[in-house]
């Protein structure tokens, strides 16, 4: 039988279907003079018994289409008729080739349904002139997906009139190394998902995408000069798209390619869409986000679009504070992970500038840090009389922009001040060693004379590593069971202010650290693993480089929610770290950096009202409303029953008896000193941040506010007495 014609609209037109396809083919009658639906022609539906005129190398086909699943592999499902093209005889270690007779190019389509995977090494491709013109391959790369076969399709009208075949390849042997393909089709029209691809001139430093929030995101690559030189994953809006709230547009930073042209591809969008235009621009903050979105932090740093997680490349030089961060540009979720950058003379008035660092073939760009090169240890200022140059180490994680290594540390130099960074061209600088190792923080040891590096190496386990100039490393000590993971830090500390009692802290991912010695060679602790976070939202925390005398800390605000924006999470207030002797030994302070106090309006005049035992706190004049950013400063005189203290309606439970304080369900100690408590509370729009007995025990926790708030200024129930000053805060984006 010819015709399939049960499953499938057919088209009978002029089609390009020369060879003979025996019996795993369809499509070959043609009658010209029949001017019936134009719709598609099947070039090979792969439902015979057998590959007719393809042929076919190797193992990996079998000598006949699949009828769906093979044993051990999961279910099969997506393809027409009862048979299709599945490469996974054998399993994924089998290899081979299958190649289809030769075909004249007639209309403006190839429609076919592939799946399977999509790492290298397994495509369908279609042959011109002998080279590969098109190419295609499933969507799955890591274990789970699905076996789901999708439709695709080529534009093939620029190669019309051409002669070509078909290949299909498996040569991986690894995990999701096969492929699924059916219904080989011509057509005008085209099926399911379609790469489109656009030719521009980079006529300005910045392209511009529209990304819209919560779509499908599809591969994209921009190519110059036939390479691949950015590449990630987005939504891109299409002009069937409504504009919702939270789509926003994302800038790609052209700036090496200015002036030459580039192909935009975006490898899978539903067919019948077209792209929104796209354009350039010169300035960075055009565009409809001017941080006035509703559940935007007012005094918290935020990222302008996309997603942001830990703080990386802190680093201060000539008067401006560097926040570099995890930054995913296109998305509000996590992924393409690229270094964000912004600037500011005081820690709180930020000007985001372009994506520092972007990925490349050697990695997406995970977390890292920086210094200035004081010495120019590693020779990148060639001007004896230039700047030192800025430095900054930081992973490259596969896979990368699509493919990749295992994680390894490199690095990236500054020689403009930070505007510009250019990757290290020996990179990487420490190969991979263990796991995921990653997350590299450097600092410069003086009595050594040499740079260290702090990295997490796998489990709860980390190292330091000793290098002379930042390019050849050596292990010098290991600190194992740490009690986390992620993103370690370093760092000597005078204990109460004395500069001849000092201390080291090793601060892991989630705040456990230990309170040691450091001779530049061996880190030992006098200390088990202690607590500075007890939850909440409060992770991978990374101090400033070259800040004498101060340690000053952000901490990405892990987990909040900020429902229809177009950025998506926030740091905690920049925060000074600071050694305090205990009964217990020294221990970590954590408090608001005084820059913080300059955003404070006049205090308010509060006057008190209610019972003895339950009271507010309210301004004398004004409307508590208006008051929604604040800092307060508290001191709370406990009896023995626990006490209620409400800052706006955020509640906190302070125990005496139990000796813990409680928000929002997270518990952390609480030491009642003659009787009171001492609390620093900064309210945002969507955070809170609890700071208890001088910074010794410390809540961060974000929330999505409520429309209307109508509770009182600050309420307490069960104290015996409560003292605060609270002074409205000015937002930083007016
Ligand atoms: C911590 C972390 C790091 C990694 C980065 C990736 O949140 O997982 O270990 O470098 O985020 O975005």
Not at 20 to 33: E, K
């Amino acid at each position: 039988m010819l015709w399939n014609t049960g499953i499938r609209r057919v088209a009978l037109w002029t089609i390009g279907v020369l060879a003979a396809f025996g019996s795993c083919s369809a499509a070959l009658a043609q009658d010209a003079t029949q001017k019936a639906e134009k719709v598609e022609t099947i070039f090979a539906d792969f439902n015979g018994n057998d590959y007719g005129d393809w042929k076919v190398e190797g193992s990996a086909f079998g000598d006949a289409p699949v009828k769906g699943t093979l044993p051990g592999q999961m279910q099969v499902s997506g393809f027409i008729g009862d048979g299709l093209v599945n490469s996974f005889y054998g399993g994924d270690k089998a290899t081979g080739k299958m190649t289809s007779p030769e075909f004249q190019i007639a209309r403006d389509y190839i429609n076919f349904l592939i799946g399977g995977g999509g790492v290298p090494g397994v495509c369908l491709e279609l042959v011109v002139d002998g080279e590969v013109v098109r190419k295609a391959s499933g969507p799955n790369l890591v274990p789970g997906g699905t076996e789901a076969l999708e439709w695709s399709s080529w534009n093939v009208a620029d190669l019309k009139g051409k002669k070509g075949f078909f290949r299909i390849v498996d040569e991986a042997t690894g995990g999701w190394g096969h492929i699924n393909v059916d219904e080989i089709s011509f057509s005008d029209k085209r099926r399911g998902f379609v790469e489109l691809t656009r030719d521009l001139n980079v006529s300005g430093r910045y392209l511009t995408l529209p990304i819209k929030t919560g779509g499908a995101e599809s591969w994209v690559r921009i190519e110059c000069d036939g390479k691949v030189v950015r590449e990630f994953t987005a939504a891109i809006s299409s002009s069937n798209d409504e504009k919702k709230p939270g789509d926003f547009v994302s800038y790609v930073d052209m700036a090496p390619y200015r002036g030459q042209k580039i192909r935009v591809v975006v490898e899978r969008i539903p067919a019948d869409c077209e792209l929104a235009p796209f354009g350039f621009e010169e300035e960075f903050h055009h565009g409809e986000v001017a941080y006035g979105e509703k559940y935007r932090p007012q005094f918290h740093f935020s990222p302008r679009v996309g997603w942001m997680n830990d703080p990386n490349g802190l680093v201060f030089h000539d008067g401006v504070y560097h926040l570099f961060y995890q930054h995913n540009p296109m998305s509000v979720n996590w992924g393409n992970m690229t270094w964000g950058h912004a600037v500011s003379p005081d820690l709180l008035h930020w000007t985001e500038v372009a994506d520092a660092l972007y990925p490349d073939e050697l990695g997406t760009i995970f977390s890292g840090s920086g210094a200035v090169d004081v010495n120019n240890t590693t020779g990148f200022q060639k001007d004896p009389n230039g700047s030192a140059p800025l430095v900054f180490m930081f992973t490259y994680n596969g896979p990368s922009m699509r493919y990749g290594n295992l994680a390894s540390q490199a690095l990236a130099y500054s020689l403009d001040g930070g505007k510009t960074l250019v990757k290290y061209e020996g990179n990487p600088t420490i190969p991979h060693i263990v796991g995921g190792n990653r997350d590299p923080k450097i600092f410069w040891h003086d009595p050594s004379q040499k740079w260290v590096c702090a990295l997490y190496l796998d489990g709860e386990d980390y190292a330091l590593f000793g290098s002379k100039d930042l390019k050849k490393w050596n292990e010098l000590c290991r600190i194992e069971r740490l009690g986390c993971s992620e993103c370690p830090d370093i760092f000597e500390l005078a204990i109460d202010g004395d500069e001849n009692n000092k201390a080291w802290v090793f601060w892991g991912g989630n705040g456990k650290y230990l309170v040691g010695d450091f001779d530049g060679r061996e880190f030992k602790s006098r200390t088990a693993p202690l607590d500075a976070k007890w939850g909440g939202n409060d992770y991978a925390a990374q101090t400033y480089s070259d800040t004498p005398g101060r340690r000053i800390q952000f901490s990405w605000m892990q987990g909040g929610v900020y429902p229809d924006s177009p950025f998506n999470q926030q740091f905690t207030v920049p925060r000074e770290l600071t050694l305090r002797s205990t009964a217990d030994g020294p221990r970590l302070c954590i408090n608001p950096v005084v820059e913080v106090e300059t955003l404070r309006g006049n205090a308010l005049q509060l006057q008190k009202s209610g019972s003895a035992a339950d009271f507010t706190l309210v301004p004398q004049e004004g409307d508590s409303k208006d008051y929604e950013l604040l800092d307060c400063e508290a001191v709370i005189t406990l009896g023995d029953e626990p006490a209620v203290v409400e800052l706006r309606g955020r509640k906190i439970l302070l125990d005496p008896a139990e000796k813990k304080m409680t928000h929002d369900g997270v518990v952390a100690p609480l030491e009642v000193v003659d009787g009171n408590v001492k609390l620093r509370l900064i309210l945002d729009r969507v955070s809170l941040e609890i700071f208890a007995n001088d910074g010794l025990s410390q809540i961060a926790k974000c929330f999505v506010p409520e429309d209307e708030n109508d509770a009182p200024l600050l309420r307490v129930q069960g104290a015996k007495e409560a003292k605060a000053t609270i002074w409205p805060m000015k937002s930083v984006w007016n």
